[in-house]
């Protein structure tokens, strides 16, 4: 299984991102080798959609869980057409001690939006 994390640095002691579709770069964990790889977010860049976007970034990355500090209703909308699963961390927390956290069972799921879109 791989989980992308939401990252502000290429670090897994790096902070995780406040943002979702504007974060710096995805932290994607692989269970199967324990390994992390790092993906700059070419989503951040656009004007509008970028939530959608940065879903279908997760999605081609065959990402199943995403790690997210918050999701608009155009993200979750998407996650939900990808098949990606999201939970929701705390700031202040690094990617390794998010990722933990999740298999502690100890993040929410997020099933619908926690904030509101733009429009």
Known sequence: MKIGICASNEST????????????FFAVYDSETLQFTFY???AK????GAG???VKVLGDLDVE???VPELGPK???????FEIKSYQY???????EALYEYFEKKLPELLES???GKH
Not at 13 to 24: H, N
Not at 90 to 96: A, C, F, P, S
């Open 75 to 81: 993200a979750i909308d998407a996650l939900k057409i």
């Open 13 to 24: 002691d790096s902070e995780v991102a406040d943002r979702f579709a504007r974060a710096e």
């Open 65 to 67: 869980v995403v790690l």
């Open 52 to 54: 959608g976007k940065a």
């Open 90 to 96: 705390k700031q202040g927390k690094t990617v390794r």
């Open 40 to 42: 700059s977010n070419t």
């Open 114 to 116: 926690s904030v509101k």
């Open 45 to 48: 860049f656009e004007g509008s």
